[in-house]
């Protein structure tokens, strides 16, 4: 099956600075790489995906880019503001499956 | 509903009873899943639902976990003699199938004491 790997688990930036959430998935057949935002106490939301035939998309202040020869994608934050802070979560989707990276904490401190 | 619903949303329970935790997906969508999160940890996948088909069942953790999707809406996932390590937030998430994106209940928190 699909192993997908996040890093990294924390992260702080101050506010105003980007921040960079790197993952790599295993196999090759993955084709639909989400984001999901996660807010203390809350449900995780998608933010952005990005599909195997496009290398990066922009959405404001947030974008994602995918290398498939070497199997990573990351996402991207600009201008990074405190409602930032949250878990994010990526995920490799092969067919209808779903496999989760393990979190990234971000922390944007004002 | 306007978004995928879960019940309870906190259910502490004792060391070896059962417990049943409940999502009511999106109308229409076809594709169900069942997570589990633990604290600080991903997301774990337990079970999918696709239509009319036998369900995916190999993320489930042990032979105590089971899950039933009643004319392809509700979802219950049933958990017996349950144990301390069962403690989690149960995350259910309802799609249309091959869209891609996942709609989030917001989750039952299981304590087991």
């Known amino acids: 099956g699909e192993n997908v790997e996040q890093h990294p688990s924390t992260l702080s930036v101050q506010e105003g600075d980007s921040a960079v959430i790197k993952c790599t998935y295993s196999d090759s057949a993955s084709n639909y790489f989400p984001w999901y935002k996660q807010e203390l106490g809350k449900r995780p939301q998608l933010i952005i995906d990005i599909r195997s035939n496009v290398g990066e998309k922009k959405d404001q202040r947030i974008a994602v880019t995918l290398n498939k020869t070497a199997k990573h994608f990351s996402l991207h934050i600009t201008e990074t503001q405190p409602e930032d802070s949250a878990v994010y979560f990526c995920a490799a989707s092969l067919g209808n499956q779903f496999y989760f990276g393990t979190g990234t904490s971000l922390t944007v401190i004002p | 509903g306007a978004g995928v619903s879960q019940s309870p949303s906190n259910k502490v329970t004792e060391k070896g009873k059962d417990v049943e935790l409940r999502c009511d997906p999106i109308?229409?969508?076809?594709?169900l899943y069942w997570y589990r999160q633990s604290l600080g940890q991903g997301l774990e996948f337990l079970i999918y639902f696709q239509g009319n088909s036998a369900p995916d069942k190999s993320g489930l953790p042990s032979d105590r976990f089971s899950a039933e999707r009643t004319g392809g809406s509700v979802s219950t996932l049933t958990i017996q003699r349950t144990q301390q390590e069962d403690s989690a937030v149960y995350l259910c998430?309802?799609?249309?199938?091959?869209?891609?994106?996942?709609?989030f209940g917001e989750g039952s928190r299981l304590t087991v004491l």
């Open positions: 998430a309802s799609s249309l199938a091959r869209t891609g994106e996942l709609f």
């Open positions: 109308s229409g969508h076809t594709a």
